[in-house]
Nanobody, 122 residues
Framework: QVQLVESGGGLVQAGGSLRLSCAASGIDFKYAHMGWYRQAAGKQREFAAAISSGGTITYVDSVKGRFTISRDNAKNTVYLQMNTLKPEDTAVYYC????????????????WGQGTQVTVSS
């Protein structure tokens, strides 16, 4: 059974930083494409960032230059380093895993974590 466990969320002031982690189990991690979605209160889930099994990276425009996704295959963990945080980054952040790179940004992803709350105060 695939398990994705996020950690690292919290409350931070605007301009601050947080690093989210997602520990994966039940999958062959080095072959999995990994990503992050986020959902603000009252809004639809939004794709944020993804990293392929081969290291290709993509971001939604609103986080480019501020967020960095990375992975450690030895630890079965994917990270999201978030810098220069803004109040509009406030959301629950979800880790996702997919064996399809094309499908991952579409939202129709088979594996989701439970989410971690990120709150950015102004």
């Amino acid at each position: 059974q695939v398990q994705l466990v996020e950690s690292g969320g919290g409350l931070v002031q605007a301009g601050g930083s947080l690093r989210l982690s997602c520990a994966a189990s039940g999958i062959d991690f080095k072959y999995a494409h990994m990503g992050w979605y986020r959902q603000a209160a009252g809004k639809q889930r939004e794709f944020a960032a993804a990293i392929s099994s081969g290291g290709t990276i993509t971001y939604v425009d609103s986080v480019k230059g501020r967020f960095t996704i990375s992975r450690d295959n030895a630890k079965n963990t994917v990270y999201l380093q978030m810098n220069t945080l803004k109040p509009e980054d406030t959301a629950v952040y979800y880790c996702v895993a997919d064996d399809s790179w094309v499908r991952l940004p579409t939202g129709d992803v088979p594996h989701w974590g439970q989410g971690t709350q990120v709150t950015v105060s102004s």
